[in-house]
């Protein structure tokens, strides 16, 4: 989803259920994508990435999708834990660079 | 393994003072970045360094904004003289070598308040 300045998009889930985080990206020169997440107080953290040449990828706990044809990226965390309330990015990496570009973010709130 | 070191944790200034921050990667890694995270906003790149060499600057406000990484190891961000709108959480991040799947590994960053 998209934010505007403070209002982060906010996804609010039971413990034990499925979340599922969007992404949006513009550019279709991008060929590797990135999950971080990023607790208060700390700086991002490495979840799990994708190359452009797959759709999909695994790991514990956590798959990311990629749909080139609609320049969309998700993150599927399984059996979500109150320790997975962060803000999630996703983050491209433009061909010719090797810096990253990173979106604008989604909240995930885990009720216990 | 130690990850990426940054110092201080908060600063608070006015408007018109200097401010520097420290960055320590971790051992090894030749590619340090410094990006700037504005609230509710992701990480934007301000600077990417190569070892010692600047690889992307493109995006720094250079009339107020400088860093070095002299040695190849620690990196320091100014900047000089700060504005209201330069109140964000400055991140330090490094990567073995630079390459685009290389993972980049975060520190905690410094929040910066100017007031």
């Known amino acids: 989803g998209e934010s505007v300045g403070l209002h982060l998009p906010t996804l609010s889930v039971q413990e034990g259920d499925n979340s599922i985080i969007n992404c949006a990206y513009s550019n279709s020169a991008s060929d590797y994508f990135i999950w971080y997440k990023q607790e208060s107080g700390k700086g991002p953290q490495f979840i799990i990435d994708i190359r452009s040449n797959m759709d999909k990828r695994q790991g514990q706990r956590v798959t990311v999708l990629l749909n080139k044809t609609v320049k969309h990226l998700s993150l599927q965390i399984a059996a979500t834990q109150p320790g997975d309330s962060a803000v999630y990015f996703c983050a491209e990496n433009l061909t010719g660079r090797r810096a990253l570009t990173f979106g604008s973010g989604t909240r995930l709130q885990v009720q216990p | 393994e130690a990850g990426v070191a940054q110092s201080p944790r908060y600063k608070i200034i006015e408007k018109r003072q200097s401010v520097a921050f420290w960055c320590n990667p971790i051992s090894g890694h030749a590619t340090l970045y410094w990006y700037q995270q504005i609230l509710g906003q992701g990480p934007k790149l301000l600077i990417q360094?190569?070892?010692?060499?600047?690889?992307?600057d493109s995006q720094l406000p250079k009339d107020r904004f400088s860093a070095e990484r002299l040695k190849g190891v620690d990196s320091t961000l100014k900047i000089q003289p700060a504005k209201l709108e330069d109140s964000a959480v400055y991140l330090c991040?490094?990567?073995?070598?630079?390459?685009?799947?290389?993972?980049?590994?975060f520190g905690p960053g410094t929040r910066l308040t100017v007031l």
């Open positions: 360094f190569q070892n010692n060499g600047v690889v992307d």
């Open positions: 991040a490094s990567s073995l070598t630079g390459h685009g799947t290389d993972t980049q590994y």
